[in-house]
């Protein structure tokens, strides 16, 4: 016990750019692998090319494929020579494997710049933020009651158990399931929150109606775009994401994923996958991974593949799985769709009740779930450097907004929402789980060497999540193919982790 302990202790501590003991790295029965695929580059795939680099030493091949741009849904947009988030965006102060990623790549956190926040419900203003804390604690308390306190520790009590998953990590330890992983760390009361609805949670919870209307659901509408009967576990990972503390990272979140697949010395293959297909050879199984390159059909062989993209129909990987028994094809459900429009313009704070923009006191705006409402919010946004002496821009001057819409804008919606505008950037994307579009949550664990990281998005969709999965998948992957069985699945963690130190 204690050596296989000492073992892991050591692969966790030891960077694996160390010289140190290169041989310690893999104690295994049979011979260890000698080639790995991530098909991916988005931070899910990034962070697991990093975290196998850790676990299976350096003499590994790992390729990491990649059909669009590194990063994936961490993406910028270029407005006037400054570049600005399109995609995800924020990062919470207790997101500890982005936290270490961005130490270990030696960039800077750009924290974000205050601004204040409304909420708006298709006509007016019903809510917004003041300078004082205490007047805005005040006026909460006023308007919801005990509503908020209940929110609150309800957020935070969830927050606390979903921590323990850095313990369970840091001492080794894996999950061959999404479910496993949510038992371990918040038992079946997790688990069943990825199946009941937010408001239903909440309402039981003694939270208002009111609240859950004016409060919860414009925070679901600006982070996942879908409404209050999204599942509780997703609801309290977005209210997380509305508390302070939030950063990110100077330069923009997607130099986080290619300075990790440097860091892991991976092999990154700028090509479409198109087929992951099943070689057999006596007991031992292989995965021939089919690709174009320079318009020609090529393949490789590979001992462990790693998934690292939706493989819903709608998301549209390309991917074909042949030879395995059973088929399987895509996953049940789809993804939900957010446009993000970058518009460089003039907002029409008379839309929002201000007709002197001098007036208009709000960064972000939120909006409520009002029907004919064609938009989900819209924020000023600041470039991702920002010089000392950055301020926002005033709204009578033209500035940069970022639009959160369910479909992209039409010129009437535009010109409503901005007096004018120079430029317009629109992407689309699959964004996160359409949440109610399936039942359960995907596997893990696709074939004896071959698993699929974002089935955890249907836990929750975020940097910090696909993450987690990297370095659970990471772990699982080396354990499997070590044999360290008892790495795996463990019950009661809690008291193990404590009898072990
Ligand atoms: C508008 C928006 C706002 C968001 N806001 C936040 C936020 O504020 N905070 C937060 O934490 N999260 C946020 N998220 C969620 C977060 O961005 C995602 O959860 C996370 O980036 C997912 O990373 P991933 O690597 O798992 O997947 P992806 O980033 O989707 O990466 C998958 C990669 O695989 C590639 N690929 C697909 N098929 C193939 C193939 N066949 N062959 C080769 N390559 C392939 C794709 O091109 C892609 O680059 C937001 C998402 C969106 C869209
Ligand atoms: C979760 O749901 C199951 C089945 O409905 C129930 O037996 C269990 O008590 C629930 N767990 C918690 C912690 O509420
Ligand atoms: C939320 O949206 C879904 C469709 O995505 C719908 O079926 C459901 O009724 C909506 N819930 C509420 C409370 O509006
Ligand atoms: C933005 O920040 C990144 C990371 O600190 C840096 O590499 C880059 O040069 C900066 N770009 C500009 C235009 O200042
Ligand atoms: C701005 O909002 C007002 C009030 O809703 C609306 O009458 C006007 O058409 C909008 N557009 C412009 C360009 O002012």
Redesign the pocket.
């Known amino acids: 016990m204690l050596s296989r302990l000492l073992l892991s202790g050591f692969l966790i501590l030891i960077p694996f750019s160390s010289e140190l003991g290169n041989a310690g790295f893999v104690q295994l029965d049979g011979a260890p692998p000698s080639k790995i695929a991530v098909?991916?580059?988005?931070?899910?795939?990034?962070?697991t090319a990093y975290f196998l680099r850790q676990h299976f030493g350096p003499e590994v091949r790992i390729d990491v494929?990649?059909?669009?741009?590194?990063?994936?849904?961490?993406a910028t947009v270029t407005v006037n020579n400054q570049d600005y988030?399109?995609?995800?965006?924020?990062?919470?102060s207790l997101?500890l494997h982005?936290q270490d990623f961005v130490k270990q790549l030696g960039l800077k956190y750009r924290k974000s710049v205050a601004g204040k926040m409304a909420v708006f419900n298709g006509e007016e203003i019903i809510l917004e933020e003041t300078d004082w804390y205490l007047l805005d604690l005040f006026r909460l308390w006023w308007r919801y009651g005990i509503s908020f306190i209940r929110m609150q520790m309800w957020v935070e009590e969830i927050m606390e158990k979903f921590m323990r998953i850095y313990k369970y990590q840091a001492h080794g330890y894996a999950f061959s399931s999404v479910e496993e992983l949510l038992n371990s760390l918040g038992g079946s009361g997790f688990l069943n929150m990825t199946r009941r609805s937010l408001s239903e949670s909440l309402l039981e919870l003694g939270v208002s109606q009111r609240f859950i209307d004016e409060v919860i659901s414009p925070i679901m509408r600006v982070?996942y775009?879908q409404n209050i009967s999204i599942p509780a576990f997703v609801g309290a990972v977005s209210l997380a994401?509305a508390q302070a503390n939030l950063w990110a990272v100077e330069g923009g979140n997607k130099l986080v994923?290619s300075g990790l697949l440097k860091l892991a010395k991976a092999n990154l293959i700028p090509?479409?996958?198109?087929a992951v297909s099943l070689q057999t050879a006596g007991e031992s199984h292989q995965y021939r991974l089919g690709?174009s390159s320079q318009n020609e059909q090529v393949s490789e062989v590979y001992d462990i593949v790693v998934v690292?993209?939706?493989l819903q129909q709608n998301?549209?990987?390309?991917?074909s799985f042949q030879d395995f028994d059973p088929q399987f094809t895509e996953m049940p459900g789809s993804y939900h769709q957010?446009t993000?429009s970058i518009v460089h313009g003039y907002l029409n704070c008379s839309y929002f009740g201000f007709p002197d923009p001098k007036l208009f006191p709000f960064s972000s705006i939120l909006t409520t779930d009002t029907q004919g409402l064609f938009f989900n919010s819209v924020a000023s946004v600041c470039p991702v450097n920002i010089s000392a002496g950055f301020r926002r821009k005033p709204p009578q001057e033209a500035g940069v907004y970022k639009v959160?819409s369910p479909r992209p804008l039409e010129k009437p919606e535009l010109k409503t929402l901005f007096r004018s505008y120079y430029s317009v950037q629109v992407?689309d994307?699959?964004?996160?789980p359409h949440y109610g579009s399936a039942q359960g949550l995907p596997p893990v664990v696709l074939h004896d060497n071959l698993y699929y990281?974002?089935g955890?998005?249907w836990a929750g969709?975020?940097?910090?999540?696909?993450s987690v999965?990297a370095k659970n998948i990471a772990l699982l992957a080396y354990h499997r193919w070590s044999r360290q069985l008892e790495m795996i699945d463990q019950k009661d963690l809690m008291h193990k982790i404590k009898t072990e130190l």
Request: net charge negative.
């Open positions: 098909v991916g580059a988005g931070i899910g795939g990034s962070a494929f990649e059909k669009g741009t590194v990063g994936g849904r961490l988030e399109s995609g995800g965006s924020i990062i919470h997101n982005m982070n775009g994401g994923c090509a479409q996958v198109t690709y690292a993209t939706p998301v549209r990987s390309g991917i957010t993000a959160f992407t994307w699959q964004a996160y990281l974002n955890i998005e969709s975020a940097m910090e999540m696909s999965a």
